[in-house]
């Protein structure tokens, strides 16, 4: 079955890095466009970052030029480097399948001084 974990979350703070990882099993990894969705308190779940099966990559503005998307189809994993990292960025991470297809449980990243 599919299967999608997340790691890497914590706490940070303001202008600090982190980077999450997404292991991926129970599909054929190279078929599939993945992505990177957060949820902040009270909020929407929002896609934050999109890497297709051919690496092309896609952000939305609020992190272009701060997080980096990557995946290594060697080891079916998806990253999400993020750097100078905000209070707003304050989230539940979660890494999936497509758009919304399949989810990973979620890390928390909690960006605070």
């Known amino acids: 079955q599919v299967q999608l974990v997340e790691s890497g979350g914590g706490l940070v703070q303001p202008g600090g890095s982190l980077r999450l990882s997404c292991a991926a099993s129970g599909f054929i990894f190279t078929d599939y466009t993945m992505t990177w969705y957060r949820q902040a308190p009270g909020k929407e779940r929002e896609l934050v970052a999109v890497v297709t099966s051919a690496g092309v990559r896609r952000y939305t503005d609020s992190v272009k030029g701060r997080f980096t998307i990557s995946r290594d189809n060697a080891k079916n994993m998806v990253y999400l480097q993020m750097n100078t990292l905000k209070p707003e960025d304050t989230a539940v991470y979660y890494c999936?399948?497509?758009?919304?297809?399949?989810w990973g449980q979620g890390t928390q990243v909690t960006v605070s001084s």
């Open positions: 999936s399948r497509g758009f919304g297809n399949y």
